[in-house]
């Protein structure tokens, strides 16, 4: 399964915006992955991120679920944003319909999706023999109703995902025997970024430096993580009007000049690549943000020796936590969510470690072959 299954390609009628649907694979005529929308996007990253989300469910342990992905490039801040997903969604609707589950990623909104779903009727995804099953029904009211709760302050769907990546680098860090109050720099302060950051103070680690769209902040002592997360916008973007005296404040290009133990990119993709990674001074590199180490900067880190936990086995919250509720895999509580989560998200680390350690090889390419995705369905129509 290296291509694609499908490619669709849209145009907006009334801005420059295009987009892409990728589907890598189905299962059971069931995929599932987020939309993108940002400027730099381009059919070659959605087939990539497809490709991941297709890893992901296998990470994930589903048996119900294929890869997808859909992708906009425009400004996901620009005051049309919605309207445009709108239209995105609108041309994508066949596919919907039939059980190509899209949900929100980088740039877009899970509530902004679901918005124009309810308003088509569709609801969440799914196929016609999904539709007619009681299960998977009551497993929709429960995600439903889940939606709307919180665990520490966080809408239960924003902390899946940080909260994962947070154990998947707790497990790492202590599979390398590494230090209590190890050190940590994270790229992005969203939906992933803001609650890993939370999990990870709150299991000791220091948080001594995060970038967002606009600039770096660093403290060596450690960032308030409760302050900065009550102070920043929808856009993930820190507010340096709170900032604390003894914070410094550089360019967000800066980032990977900061010490650090451990490094989270948790933004956007192909951030280490062939022309940075030499600069990476962490020992351990876990991927929150979906392919943020490119080709050229993975051969370079593995020649380095860094170790890395790859995007699908660190941030597969959001994807377990769809497919245990939707298709009652666990308790459909908020604490049992995420204690579901840990777990996995523990497991998936340490064997991929230790496959790696045994086999003396570097984590990707054991990831790779731990997780390939083996089903390849037809639509459901
Ligand atoms: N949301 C999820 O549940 C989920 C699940 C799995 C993977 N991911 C992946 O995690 C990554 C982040 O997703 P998200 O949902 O948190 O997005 P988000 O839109 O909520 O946040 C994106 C963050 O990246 C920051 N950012 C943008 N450009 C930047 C730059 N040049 N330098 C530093 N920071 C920059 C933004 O300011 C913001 O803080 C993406 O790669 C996404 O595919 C998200």
Same mark, same amino acid.
């Given at each position: !399964?290296?291509?694609? +299954?499908?490619?669709?390609?849209?145009? #907006?009628?009334?801005?420059?915006?295009?987009?892409?649907? %990728?589907?890598?694979?189905?299962?059971?005529? +069931? =995929?599932?992955?987020?939309?993108? !929308?940002?400027?730099?996007?381009?059919?070659?990253?959605?087939?990539?991120?497809?490709? &991941?989300?297709?890893?992901?469910?296998?990470?994930?342990?589903?048996?119900?679920?294929?890869?997808?992905?859909?992708?906009?490039? +425009?400004?996901?801040?620009?005051?049309?944003?919605? #309207?445009?997903?709108?239209?995105?969604?609108?041309?994508?609707? *066949?596919?919907?319909?039939?059980?190509?589950?899209?949900?929100?990623?980088?740039?877009?909104?899970?509530?902004?999706?679901?918005?124009?779903?309810?308003?088509?009727?569709? @609801?969440? *995804?799914?196929?016609?023999?999904?539709?007619?099953?009681?299960?998977?029904?009551?497993?929709?009211?429960?995600? #439903?109703?889940?939606?709307?709760?919180?665990?520490?302050?966080?809408?239960?769907?924003? =902390?899946?995902?940080?909260?994962?990546?947070?154990?998947?680098?707790?497990?790492?860090?202590?599979?390398?025997?590494?230090?209590?109050?190890? /050190? %940590?720099?994270?790229?992005?302060?969203?939906?992933?970024?803001?609650?890993?950051?939370?999990?990870?103070?709150?299991?000791?680690?220091?948080?001594? @430096?995060?970038?967002?769209?606009?600039?770096?902040?660093?403290?060596?002592?450690?960032?308030?993580?409760?302050?900065?997360?009550? $102070?920043?916008?929808?856009?993930?973007?820190?507010? *340096?009007?709170?900032?604390?005296?003894?914070?410094? !404040?550089?360019?967000?290009?800066?980032?990977?000049?900061?010490?650090?133990?451990?490094?989270?990119?948790?933004?956007?993709?192909?951030?280490?690549?062939?022309?940075?990674?030499?600069?990476?001074?962490?020992?351990?590199?876990?991927? &929150?943000?979906?392919? *943020?180490?490119?080709?050229?900067?993975?051969?370079?880190?593995?020649?380095?020796?860094?170790?890395? %936990?790859?995007?699908?086995?660190?941030?597969?919250?959001?994807?377990?936590? +769809?497919?245990?509720?939707?298709?009652?895999?666990?308790?459909? /509580?908020?604490? =049992?969510?995420?204690?579901?989560?840990?777990?996995?998200?523990?497991?998936?680390?340490?064997?991929?470690?230790? $496959?790696?350690?045994?086999?003396?090889?570097?984590?990707?390419?054991?990831?790779?072959? !731990?997780?390939?995705? /083996?089903?390849? #369905?037809?639509?459901?129509?």
């Amino acid at each position: !399964m290296k291509r694609p +299954y499908l490619v669709v390609e849209w145009n #907006d009628t009334e801005t420059e915006a295009k987009g892409w649907l %990728v589907i890598h694979n189905l299962v059971s005529g +069931y =995929a599932g992955g987020g939309i993108r !929308m940002h400027p730099s996007v381009t059919r070659e990253e959605v087939e990539r991120l497809a490709k &991941a989300m297709a890893y992901k469910y296998t990470a994930g342990e589903s048996s119900t679920t294929g890869g997808c992905k859909g992708g906009i490039s +425009y400004n996901y801040k620009a005051a049309d944003a919605f #309207d445009v997903l709108r239209r995105f969604l609108i041309a994508m609707m *066949p596919y919907i319909d039939a059980g190509v589950s899209l949900g929100s990623d980088l740039g877009t909104r899970y509530d902004d999706v679901l918005k124009v779903l309810n308003e088509f009727g569709v @609801g969440i *995804p799914l196929t016609k023999s999904m539709k007619k099953n009681p299960k998977v029904l009551k497993g929709i009211q429960e995600f #439903d109703r889940l939606l709307g709760t919180q665990i520490d302050d966080f809408f239960l769907n924003d =902390a899946v995902t940080g909260y994962g990546c947070a154990f998947a680098a707790d497990e790492a860090w202590k599979f390398k025997s590494g230090r209590h109050g190890a /050190t %940590v720099v994270i790229q992005g302060f969203g939906c992933v970024g803001a609650s890993c950051a939370f999990k990870m103070h709150q299991m000791g680690y220091k948080i001594v @430096g995060i970038s967002d769209a606009n600039l770096l902040v660093t403290c060596e002592d450690g960032l308030d993580i409760a302050k900065l997360i009550a $102070h920043k916008n929808g856009h993930g973007e820190m507010n *340096p009007a709170f900032f604390e005296s003894s914070y410094t !404040m550089r360019p967000n290009t800066d980032w990977l000049d900061v010490d650090c133990n451990i490094l989270i990119p948790a933004a956007l993709e192909d951030v280490i690549n062939g022309t940075n990674a030499h600069k990476v001074r962490a020992e351990l590199v876990v991927e &929150a943000a979906n392919i *943020p180490i490119s080709t050229e900067g993975d051969d370079i880190l593995k020649q380095r020796g860094i170790d890395i %936990v790859n995007d699908f086995v660190a941030n597969l919250g959001a994807i377990r936590f +769809y497919d245990a509720v939707i298709f009652g895999l666990i308790e459909p /509580t908020p604490q =049992a969510v995420i204690d579901d989560i840990e777990k996995l998200c523990r497991k998936n680390t340490y064997n991929l470690l230790d $496959h790696a350690r045994k086999q003396n090889r570097y984590q990707r390419e054991t990831g790779f072959e !731990m997780f390939a995705p /083996t089903v390849s #369905d037809l639509l459901e129509v």
